[in-house]
Nanobody, 126 residues
């Protein structure tokens, strides 16, 4: 599985961005998809995950407390794409954002993810 993120950029605090992650391969729908971020000098941080289309409630989502209520993860299996809608952005959201694919439902740590995109920069100005 190859993953390519897009949609990052510079936004003012309080603004919104939508990140996209396009996946190659026919088995996209069988993977749990997640978003992580990494700020300079910090460890990679889990943001959100969405389950595969079937099983486990189909499309179940799980969020880190730091983004709950502001960010929304979704997927479109027909387009092999996962999205991250980010609202009410804060300067502390500034980071490189990565999407990743896992075989483990509810995966919230980088070690559980097998495939990673190259990342897209999000910068939130105050």
């Amino acid at each position: 599985v190859q993953l390519v993120e897009s949609g990052g950029g510079l936004v003012q605090a309080g603004g919104s961005l939508r990140l996209s992650c396009a996946a190659s391969g026919r088995t996209f729908s069988t993977y749990v998809m997640g978003w992580f971020r990494q700020a300079p000098g910090k460890e990679r941080e889990f943001i959100a995950t969405v389950s595969w289309s079937g099983g486990w409630g189909g499309g179940n989502t799980y969020y880190a407390d730091s983004v709950k209520g502001r960010f929304t993860i979704s997927r479109d299996n027909a387009k092999n794409t996962v999205y991250l809608q980010m609202n009410s952005l804060k300067p502390e959201d500034t980071a490189v954002y990565y999407c990743a694919a896992s075989r483990f439902r509810g995966a919230d740590s980088p070690e559980k993810y097998d495939y990673w995109g190259q990342g897209t920069q999000v910068t939130v100005s105050s």
